[in-house]
């Protein structure tokens, strides 16, 4: 077993807390990074008593000076919600954090994984979306403090592995789902999930027709740590997600079932530059990885619905 020094960034927040359960199980000494905007002490309630784990508040728009072997870059509001409440801090966060992280990994020789995002591919004109495809992303638009954000982290971590021969590894994450998301973060699946649990109307946004494609979080972390294996000559972009596409109305569907709710689906105004279609080409994922998702879609759900009926008993 190669134990490891592993900084997670953002490894308060929903995808975060799962990655440094799992590194920890892994058997590695994992320093979780938050400043807590979106994450959450209570996601890491399990590993605070654990002496390989450490948790520490920073923003990582500030140098952050510590030893380490590997680093995950996730900190950054992923919902529409939370990166368009500050989309000037998002920005900095995306590309001054990305900074910061790859002067990290220059001085201590670590590997560093950006989680970028399927959102650099903008509303596309093709699908699925494969790695080679430049996207359609409205450059001043209210989503493009994320979406360009993430492009110019991308060009950063391309810039710093040719500049300086930092070793890179690029994810770019597709639609993700499971326990510990937000419920007031905006996404259609906890969306759905709360409002059919309250009885409330389920609201769609458009006519419903635009299609997602979803991926249990256990799936996409397993696709996380099999990048940063990969050796120096694999750097990604790499898709991580899940192939199979689902209409957004489907899916409102399938949670009504799964809950047993009387909720009535209403439409709402698409939001500007949501996209119609999001589907990853997982090709080279499965070629270089040898990663696809194995959770299907009605038993990840069962799982969140579940974490989610427990967590509004509490409220």
């Not at 950063?156 to 040719?162: S, V």
Request: aromatic share 8%.
């Amino acid at each position: 077993m190669n134990r490891k020094r592993v900084l997670v960034t953002g490894g308060a927040g929903f995808l975060g807390s799962h990655l440094c359960e799992r590194l920890v199980a892994d058997g590695h000494d994992v320093l979780c990074v938050d400043n807590y905007f979106t994450g959450s002490k209570t996601n890491l309630a399990g590993l605070l008593r654990n002496p390989r784990f450490e948790a520490m508040r920073h923003d990582v728009t500030f140098p952050l000076y510590v030893e380490v072997d590997e680093i995950y870059n996730l900190a950054c509001p992923a919902s529409p919600i939370h990166y368009q409440f500050d989309p000037v801090q998002t920005t900095k966060t995306s590309v001054v954090g990305a900074i910061n992280m790859l002067g990290l990994a220059k001085r201590t020789h670590a590997k560093v994984l950006q989680a970028s995002t399927s959102e650099v591919y903008g509303d596309p004109t093709v699908s699925p979306q494969n790695e080679d495809y430049r996207g359609n992303v409205n450059p001043l638009g209210p989503r493009a403090c994320y979406d360009e954000g993430k492009r110019c982290a991308e060009t950063l971590f391309f810039d710093y592995q040719r500049q300086h021969r930092t070793r890179i590894k690029v994810a770019r994450i597709f639609n993700t789902y499971g326990p510990r998301m937000l419920p007031n973060d905006g996404r259609v699946v906890s969306n759905f999930i709360v409002q059919a649990l309250r009885g409330d109307d389920i609201t769609l946004f458009g006519d419903g027709s635009q299609t997602r494609a979803f991926c249990y979080v256990d799936d996409m972390i397993d696709g996380l740590v099999r990048l940063m294996a990969t050796v120096d000559e694999v750097t990604g972009p790499i898709n991580i997600g899940n192939p199979h596409e689902i209409t957004v109305r489907a899916l409102a569907e399938r949670i009504v079932a799964h809950t047993g709710a009387a909720s009535r689906l209403v439409y709402r105004p698409l939001p500007q530059d949501d996209p119609m279609q999001r589907c990853p080409d997982i090709t080279l994922a499965r070629q270089t990885l040898g990663w696809e998702p194995v959770v299907a879609l009605d038993d990840g759900l069962a799982k969140t619905i579940e974490y989610f009926r427990a967590l509004l008993s509490l409220d």
